[in-house]
């Protein structure tokens, strides 16, 4: 601004700033010293600026800001008045022996609660009087006194203490992957949640101790305003559960961040055991009644793969009673229409490294049961993804469309024409059909399906001889788990200890001990996964 301009400028607001200084002084001599402070203060200002849009307002701001710098000085406060550093009164004006304490104390206007930190922001940023500001947030003006007056007791208790970044602000947890147990609805599932490391973070400060959003703010090392609209999709879509005190907390499973191999290789000793049990006792159930099941298309002569299939199958389904809870709070229910447990993995370090196991022979690892069913046609199917399959993709790969493009395939609604060229691609890529055309999947009758529900299970005898193993390899994994999570991963534990991992050592003694031969390339196309149908493909050759 001009220097003309600017002495313009102070000579007409001279008296108003007089008047400030004294309403805010306790002596003429003391009011005299104020305004002269902020006439200096107000004229190199100007001198710096060439537009001002809103003159009064900005004067105001500087006066006000002298006055708690003034405040500072000469009477030797502790802290920062409310009514000045806070706001400098224009975007790049710093001075230097303010600039550290204007930073601070925005830094602890950001930490307010949303309420608050706005009416401070609409007030002293705004220039907005108190009835404004009632308009604007839909309160009384009592209230937002209330309001400011809490913000100013708040900040000079927050001012004096020195804020810490917690653990998770140096040092974030990151996924390896993310699974669920249930219905995802219109998204992929919990990585459509958490995929953001920030918000994937957010979730994890609330596992191990329930914190508020100020809480989480500081372990993350940012502040409430940033996560504000976060922390509210995370708890609408039910990743973050409100308990008292308004502290979070979450029934999102994380796998512990360290892990000891000789541990987990005597719990797999247990398992072992089982499957050895099972493999001598339970196969043999299965092979009787699969030599009664009904009519099972199979795209080689190996009667094997239709065995070892429904083996996986039943005793994937096996559990094991005694650790009974209710576990409704671990679902997940999002605004997508999920409806599901959530898993996450996290990038873990092992804890012995020298250790050389004994038991973990094998990847044990299992996508499944994945069941499909079709509205459109009679046709459905459940299958397992493991280390003897080759079908790519897991569950997200898994679609209804590919079973009802094999059903039309097989009833001769399919033929090789421009317009099924899609379709028939995608067919030969999932390896349901080859290059010559032949079906390479198992498929059975619908009535089979329920002939297969129909096979007896394990015995009681067999679950009853490995209870107490299966109590002792839950509650051991539970040791590393929060208290909200204990239920959830000693009823998981329980149930499916045979589950999954001792249905594939059970086939790994079957084939180790010459019982099964080798699967065949082809046959790892159609190994663990089942089709039902009301019609059969054409029979082989």
């Given at each position: 601004m ?14 108003k700033?007089?008047?400030?200084a004294?309403?805010k002084?306790f002596?003429?001599a003391?009011a ?31 006066s006000e800001h ?25 975007e790049?004006f710093?001075?230097d ?7 601070k104390l ?12 706005r009416?401070v922001?609409l ?25 400011l ?16 970044i ?18 995802v ?9 958490l ?5 994937l ?13 100020e809480e ?7 502040t409430?305003a940033?996560l504000?609209?976060r922390i509210?999709?995370?708890?609408g ?9 308004d ?5 999102v ?5 360290t892990y000891?191999?000789?541990?987990m290789d ?27 099941l009904?009519e ?9 793969l ?9 005793l ?7 650790a ?7 679902t ?8 599901f447990?959530a898993y ?5 370090t092992?804890t012995d490294?020298?250790?050389e ?12 049961t ?8 009679p046709v ?14 897991d ?23 421009p317009a099924?060229?899609?379709k ?11 290059a ?13 399906k ?37 239920d ?6 329980v ?5 999954p ?5 059970t ?15 082809a ?5 663990d ?8 493909p054409a029979p082989i050759?």
């Amino acid at each position: 601004m001009e220097k003309e301009k600017a002495d313009a400028v102070v000579t007409a607001y001279l008296e108003k700033i007089y008047g400030f200084a004294v309403k805010k002084s306790f002596s003429y001599a003391e009011a005299e010293e104020l305004a002269s402070d902020i006439v200096e203060e107000v004229y190199t200002s100007l001198l710096r600026r060439d537009e001002i849009c809103n003159l009064e307002g900005y004067i105001w701001r500087i006066s006000e800001h002298t006055y708690a710098k003034y405040v500072s000085s000469k009477k030797k406060h502790e802290g920062i008045s409310l009514d000045g550093l806070e706001i400098p009164y224009e975007e790049d004006f710093l001075p230097d022996d303010a600039e550290d304490e204007l930073m601070k104390l925005r830094l602890e206007i950001a930490y307010l609660t949303e309420n608050r930190r706005r009416a401070v922001f609409l007030f002293y940023y705004e220039n907005k009087s108190v009835r404004d500001i009632a308009g604007a947030l839909s309160m009384p003006e009592g209230t937002v006194k209330w309001h400011l007056n809490k913000a100013r007791k708040e900040l000079k208790e927050a001012y004096s203490m020195e804020r810490k970044i917690g653990k998770l602000g140096m040092d974030p947890v990151k996924a390896a992957s993310f699974g669920h147990g249930g219905y995802v609805g219109n998204n992929r599932g919990p990585e459509d949640y958490l995929d953001d490391m920030l918000d994937l973070n957010i979730v994890y400060s609330c596992y191990f101790t329930p914190r508020t959003a100020e809480e989480i703010a500081d372990e993350l090392g940012v502040t409430p305003a940033f996560l504000a609209e976060r922390i509210a999709k995370l708890e609408g879509n039910g990743f973050l559960v409100r308990e008292k005190g308004d502290r979070f907390t979450t029934y999102v499973e994380f796998s512990p961040l360290t892990y000891s191999v000789e541990r987990m290789d005597k719990l797999r000793g247990k398992q072992l055991e089982a499957a050895a049990v099972l493999a001598d006792e339970f196969r043999p159930v299965v092979r009787d009644a699969v030599g009664k099941l009904g009519e099972v298309y199979l795209p080689t002569e190996n009667r094997e793969l239709l065995e070892r299939t429904i083996l996986l199958h039943k005793l994937t389904g096996t559990c094991i009673k005694g650790a009974d809870r209710d576990l409704s709070r671990y679902t997940i229910k999002t605004t997508a229409g999920g409806d599901f447990r959530a898993y996450v993995e996290l990038e873990s370090t092992r804890t012995d490294p020298d250790y050389e196991p004994k038991n973990m022979r094998k990847n044990y690892w299992c996508c499944g049961t994945m069941n499909r069913w079709s509205e459109k046609y009679p046709v459905s199917s459940w299958s397992y993804d493991t280390r003897f399959t080759t079908r790519k993709g897991d569950w997200e790969n898994n679609l209804t469309s590919d079973y009802e493009a094999l059903y039309e395939y097989m009833t001769g609604q399919l033929p090789d024409t421009p317009a099924n060229t899609e379709k028939r691609a995608r067919l030969r890529e999932r390896g349901f059909i080859d290059a010559a055309g032949k079906v390479c999947v198992m498929v059975a009758h619908n009535e089979v399906k329920d002939a297969i529900e129909r096979i007896p299970p394990v015995s009681e005898d067999i679950l009853r001889r490995f209870a107490d193993a299966a109590l002792e390899y839950a509650m051991t994994k539970a040791r590393d788990y929060p208290p909200q999570m204990q239920d959830l991963i000693v009823c998981e534990n329980v149930r499916s200890f045979i589950g999954p991992a001792v249905a594939l050592m059970t086939c790994d003694l079957l084939y180790e001990r010459g019982v099964w031969k080798p699967l065949t390339e082809a046959e790892r196309v159609a190994v663990d996964l089942m089709v039902f149908s009301d019609t059969l493909p054409a029979p082989i050759g």
